[in-house]
């Protein structure tokens, strides 16, 4: 499964906002992390202003605050303002419509769709800035611990 | 008398901010809940907190799993969670039990059912039920945990989650019989 472009920005902008809650970050100091345009992301933010989900700050030091519940918000939330997941009914005109070869190809897409909205509708946004600390911790970990097998002197 | 209330209860180690209450020594003050192990006058209680939760009353299978618990030594975990303020209050609870082999998996620790009374939620007793089965799992030498959720329960699935559970590496089928 691939997220556009503008779906990954919106979940890695509120990363961001939900770990730095303290201050106001801008479009420059979050595309930089991210390698994305200031224009995309703020198209981006648009967006999650206009879901209620950031607030921009104007002035010297602004930028944007996260406004919206951490432990409600999930990734489904997030992303879903930017795309349809999946379909939630046969296409009108889709090769092999009303087929019975349609239908059961249908009916495994569906399942996978269900898997997929299962599974990002129910990691919050606590929930996945948690699962980045314990992935910094163990890339952390990795760095700091002496090779396995250190090279025999010569 | 139930036969498994004979039997000697099993230690069940405090989760980090919850208390113990005889289960290895006296109350500690200033928890907001304490766990330990389930014993035969709780389950009307959790039978009512789940039936509470699933429109379904069950009470038959909870009195099941709990003489089940009891009779077998180790392994298997029936532990509730309650308020010292009033020990007959049920808070929560959560049943578990070590399975091996089924479907070729390696021994590991199953959690089969966890309910928190509505009123008690968000103070962290789900999550000290599962830290208190997880750290019985661990001391008996088991490396992973694991539960199965419907897909639909949106707020199980997210507790889950946010206690750092993933999917695993099996998928359940199924198919309508008749």
């Keep these: 499964m691939k997220l556009q472009i503008s779906s990954q920005l919106a979940v890695f902008a509120m990363v961001e906002l939900v770990a730095n809650t303290d201050r106001q970050l801008t ?23 206009d879901a209620g989900l950031v607030r921009a ?23 879903e303002l930017f795309e349809r997941l999946g379909p939630s009914g046969q296409d009108a005109g889709a090769a092999g419509e009303g087929t019975n070869e349609g239908l059961a190809l249908h009916a495994v897409l569906r399942e996978i769709d269900d898997t997929v909205r299962a599974t990002l509708g129910s990691i919050t946004l606590a929930t996945f800035c948690g699962l980045v600390r314990r992935r910094q911790m163990e890339r952390s970990a990795t760095r700091s611990s002496p090779p396995a097998n250190p090279p025999a002197n010569r | 008398m139930n036969r498994a209330a004979k039997k000697p ?3 069940v180690r405090p989760a980090a901010g919850a208390t113990t209450r005889g289960v290895g020594g006296s109350p500690a003050s200033g928890g907001q809940f304490t766990i330990q192990p389930a014993q035969q006058g709780d389950i009307p209680a959790v039978a009512a907190l789940d039936a509470g939760i699933t429109s379904l009353d069950k009470e038959p299978h909870w009195q099941d799993l709990f003489e089940r618990s009891n009779a077998r030594p180790t392994g298997h975990f029936f532990v509730v969670a309650k308020s010292p303020a009033s020990p007959d209050a049920l808070l929560g609870f959560i049943v578990g039990e070590i399975r091996a082999w089924e479907f070729g998996s390696a021994p590991c620790g199953w959690v089969y059912a966890l309910g928190v009374a509505p009123r008690a939620r968000g103070i962290g007793v789900g999550e000290a039920l599962l830290d208190a089965i997880a750290r019985e799992f661990r001391r008996l030498g088991m490396t992973k945990m694991r539960t199965m959720v419907a897909k639909q329960d949106a707020l ?23």
């Design chain 1, 27 to 49: 479009v420059a100091e979050i595309g930089a992390k991210y390698g994305a345009s200031s224009h995309h992301l703020a198209k981006v933010m648009h967006v999650l202003g």
């Design chain 1, 57 to 79: 700050v104007r002035g010297a030091g602004g930028g944007y605050q996260f406004s919206g519940n951490a432990r409600r918000t999930t990734l489904l939330d997030v992303i």
């Design chain 2, 9 to 11: 209860r099993k230690r």
């Design chain 2, 156 to 178: 199980p699935m997210m507790f889950f989650r946010a206690e750092g559970m993933m999917a695993g590496p099996y998928i359940q089928l199924e198919r309508n019989l008749g």
